[in-house]
């Protein structure tokens, strides 16, 4: 069964190109972590390169914000962080430019 699975970012060359771009949006330290690419890779085929950048964005200054200082996978997939975030900090937003 793995060796049917196909991986999404390696798919085409635009896919890829337009990957490793919104990597470099990513910290450093997260942009090796696997289940992250794919993550992107997937919002990226489904949503495009401009609504997947912003979802980053917003998500890089929620994390900033909160001081989550975990996985960035984590915090993106885990929405129970973003939650307790919010229970913690009253002032936080969830409609961050």
Do not use: W
């Not at 002032?91 to 430019?97: K, T």
Request: hydrophobic share 35%.
């Amino acid at each position: 069964m793995p060796d049917k699975i196909v991986s999404l970012e390696k798919r085409d060359a635009a896919l890829q190109k337009d990957l490793e771009r919104l990597l470099q949006i990513v910290p450093a330290r997260h942009q090796g972590d696997g289940d992250l690419r794919q993550l992107i890779a997937f919002r990226l085929k489904i949503d495009g390169f401009t609504p997947t950048r912003s979802y980053i964005v917003r998500k890089l200054r929620e994390m900033n914000a909160c001081g989550f200082s975990g996985r960035m996978f984590d915090y993106v997939k885990n929405d129970q962080a973003e939650n307790t975030c919010r229970d913690q900090k009253p002032g936080f937003s969830d409609n961050i430019p």
